[in-house]
């Protein structure tokens, strides 16, 4: 993968990290605060909804205190009088209040009066069975009743929602003095109907069950404290709405009834809308944050390397080793390019000193035939488009084996270094090149040369290689002649031919005896 894919990669990869670990932290975070102001929330509503009930059910006994009858209802309940019953506590007076039923004790718990108003809907239960002892709310009944004659309330479950919410009060006289003559229980039909529009007064969604299943799954988040009455609170965390149940306690303090709250999670929904927004809004500052790193990368890494690359590439291809590779800035990319400068001009050096090597001959120090085959064509195509005059001498030793074979091969080699050496000498233009073809076989190029000048400097070299024989080499030079072959170039004659009428010109010196010039026709 190349550096630009992957630190796009990189920043992409970034960018979600970020965005979606900061939106991951934020949502926790957000999520832990809107459940706490939740709570608070649905606490305060549930108290509020408990002193609604509260409200509702006191007033129910101020109801029932105002009844006309209570003198009469005293006398009744300690003479018996059947026709106070039979005008008052019809089943038809019951349905005309709305009660359930009614039924009127003695001071010592015991039935005087039982009446329905209705059949026992929602209800097996007789009115005695109800109010035996074996019920919870027997004998919460049997607790006195409250001196202030204030509705005792005990809650007795029935079927489905529905609840029967028994009333306890004494009878006493309207003026509500004296010994009480017994107490009168009512029972009202609490449906879930009408816990529901208690529920719609204190703007919450209510719910009446009669004591059940417990709600063991749920928790207890904390306790409601209606005035000084302190109850559980169990809560069901759920979506799209919280349930939380706490219970209606009777007069004695035992549990009656569950009521049910059902809290909409409208906050938290906000704060999810209002986080998403946000999250869209991090996810764009994170996508432009890549965008910006990746074109900082982009603008300060990948491209100023690419074109490094790119110089690194051409220099290669075209195999100049001039060192010039350039990048914009001052720091270790720029580095980089020095010391790729510094590697480019090490491999000119190592190429110029290569190629030295390469156009040398080891034993004489002379051009060798690899530098002087192109330097022969290149002088030929010069004169081609310019015109002058070329020649070449072709030069061999004679009789060499005997010498080698004579005077040793290291004495060879000195007589080849010597005849070098006699090639160098006359050879004093600059555009003159001497070279070794190999062997015992050398040359000599005249560039701007013409026959005769050749034959003057092949005639040069034979003279000097002669003094030598007058100097300390005597030895060695009496030893040593040279054969030559001399030819200028015709036009258009390819360096071949030059060197094959040069070569038949060094033949027909041997031929003739050796130590001679001989000139190609
Ligand atoms: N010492 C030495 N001898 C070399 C070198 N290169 C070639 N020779 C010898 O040069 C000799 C050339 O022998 P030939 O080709 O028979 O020619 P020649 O003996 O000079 O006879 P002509 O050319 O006909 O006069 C061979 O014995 C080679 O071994 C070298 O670098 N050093």
């Not at 580095?335 to 190429?351: F, S, Y």
Request: proline share 5%.
């Amino acid at each position: 993968m190349g550096l630009r894919a992957q630190s796009l990669a990189g920043v992409l990869v970034f960018a979600l990290g970020v965005g979606g670990l900061g939106f991951w932290g934020l949502s926790g975070y957000l999520g832990r605060g809107f459940d706490r102001i939740e709570q608070q929330a649905m606490r305060k509503d549930f108290q509020r909804l408990i002193a609604t009930l509260d409200d509702a059910l006191a007033q129910k006994g101020r109801g029932a205190r105002e009844w006309s009858h209570w003198t009469a209802l005293r006398d009744y309940a300690r003479n018996r009088n059947p026709q106070f019953a039979e005008d008052n506590l019809s089943p038809a007076s019951l349905r005309a209040s709305g009660l359930s039923w009614l039924a009127v004790l003695s001071p010592s718990g015991e039935l005087i009066h039982a009446v329905r108003g209705e059949p026992s809907a929602g209800s097996t239960q007789t009115v005695a069975e109800v109010l035996s002892e074996q019920t919870p709310a027997g004998r919460a009944l049997r607790q006195p009743a409250p001196p202030a004659g204030r509705c005792a309330w005990v809650f007795v479950p029935s079927l489905g929602e529905e609840v029967q919410a028994l009333c306890h009060l004494p009878i006493m006289d309207s003026s509500g003095q004296g010994e009480p003559a017994g107490s009168l229980i009512t029972a009202e039909r609490m449906e879930a109907a009408a816990w529901r529009d208690m529920g719609t007064r204190a703007a919450l969604d209510l719910q009446v069950y009669p004591l059940g299943a417990a709600p063991e799954a749920w928790a207890v988040l904390d306790e409601v404290a209606p005035g000084q009455d302190r109850r559980p609170l169990w809560v069901l965390p759920g979506e799209p709405q919280h349930r939380m149940r706490t219970q209606l306690v009777d007069g004695a303090g035992a549990p009656a009834a569950w009521v049910e709250l059902r809290w909409p999670r409208e906050l938290r929904l906000q704060g999810i809308e209002v986080l998403r927004g946000a999250g869209g809004l991090l996810a764009g500052l994170a996508a432009l944050l890549a965008l910006g790193a990746y074109w900082l990368v982009d603008l300060r890494l990948v491209r100023r390397l690419r074109s490094l690359q790119r110089q690194i590439a051409r220099a290669r291809a075209e195999e100049d080793w001039t060192p010039r590779l350039r990048v914009r800035g001052e720091d270790e990319i720029q580095e980089l390019a020095e010391e790729g400068n510094h590697l480019l001009r090490r491999i000119q050096q190592q190429v110029t000193a290569l190629e030295a090597v390469a156009q040398t001959d080891a034993l004489t120090g002379l051009a060798n035939r690899r530098a002087f085959d192109p330097r022969l064509q290149a002088a030929l195509a010069l004169v081609a488009r310019q015109g002058g005059a070329v020649s070449v001498v072709m030069v061999d030793a004679d009789y060499f084996k005997r010498f080698n074979d004579t005077h040793g091969h290291a004495a060879g080699d000195a007589a080849l270094k010597v005849l070098a050496q006699g090639l160098n000498e006359v050879a004093r233009r600059g555009s003159d090149l001497a070279a070794r073809l190999g062997g015992e076989e050398f040359a000599l190029l005249l560039e701007g040369g013409n026959l005769g000048e050749a034959r003057q400097q092949a005639q040069a070299l034979q003279r000097w290689l002669a003094a030598q024989a007058c100097g300390p080499g005597q030895a060695l030079a009496q030893a040593l002649t040279v054969s030559m072959g001399v030819a200028q170039a015709r036009p258009g004659e390819s360096p071949g031919e030059v060197m094959a009428r040069a070569d038949a010109a060094l033949y027909q010196a041997k031929a003739l005896g050796r130590n001679r010039i001989e000139s190609a026709p």
